[in-house]
């Protein structure tokens, strides 16, 4: 699709292409999230949240709006929220058909990316560990192996941080 490649450097210029073909073809949950995108690649934030909030309500079944909710809603610092928006299922294998025998590596990627993530700021690191370990098997150079990783790093200083904390003296 033409669009989506164009879509960060120009998305200013496809969000009319996106408008229309989403009047053309409101059933389809693909476009409502390439609208999504250039709403929040045109910094209109508002517009990007109502936008994949009605994605997510009108096609609960597709996948990629409840990661672009969840990653909303970590950009926000709000990483409780995450949870809720995947019913509280923590595997892949959850959130489709059973015995469903294939992922696709951008499912995987983002699923486990964003979990991954909500583990690490919840101190929940084993299992963020192995959120992380799962990525670095699938797509080792991908920016979101390297965002978890980050997480993870992070989440460690912190808790080092707190530990080596100076105690204050009275006088």
Request: aromatic letters at 14%.
């Amino acid at each position: 699709m033409q669009i989506l490649e164009k879509l960060p450097q120009f998305a200013g210029e496809q969000l009319p292409a996106l408008l229309e073909l989403k009047e053309k073809f409101p059933n389809v949950p693909l476009i409502h999230n390439y609208l999504g995108l250039a709403y929040a690649y045109t910094g209109q934030m508002e517009k990007h949240f109502q936008t994949i909030s009605e994605t997510a309500e009108k096609f609960p079944r597709y996948f990629f709006a409840k990661i672009a909710l969840a990653e909303y809603y970590l950009n926000r610092n709000e990483h409780q929220k995450v949870p809720g928006i995947f019913d509280n299922k923590f595997e892949l294998y959850q959130h489709f058909p059973p015995n469903t025998p294939v992922f696709h590596i951008s499912e995987a990627r983002a699923f486990y990316s964003i979990i991954g993530i909500y583990y690490a700021r919840a101190n929940k690191l084993p299992r963020a560990l192995l959120c992380y370990f799962t990525l670095e098997s699938i797509d080792p150079d991908h920016a979101a192996t390297q965002r978890l990783a980050d997480e993870i790093i992070l989440k460690e200083i912190e808790k080092l941080m707190h530990k080596i904390k100076p105690k204050k003296t009275r006088r």
